[in-house]
């Protein structure tokens, strides 16, 4: 309900199922970058995590503890 509220000609989609389009395509939109962007963070760590890894010699790895 909040996000009705945040705009201006927007309604329960049950009461207008034309805008269900637009609005599905803002969902997917939303979907995407959200996960290219928690995407994007775990590779950073990961990046990370094995360059300070390397840098202390550590480079043989038998599993994750």
Not at 7 to 17: I, T
């Amino acid at each position: 309900m909040e996000e009705v509220k945040d705009r201006l000609n927007a309604k329960p989609l049950e009461r207008a199922p034309q805008q269900a389009q637009a609005e599905f395509r803002r969902i997917r939109i939303d979907t995407y970058v959200g996960m290219a962007l928690s995407n994007a963070v775990a590779l950073f760590v990961i990046i990370t995590a094995a360059a300070v890894l390397n840098a202390h010699g550590i480079t043989d790895i038998q599993t994750s503890s």
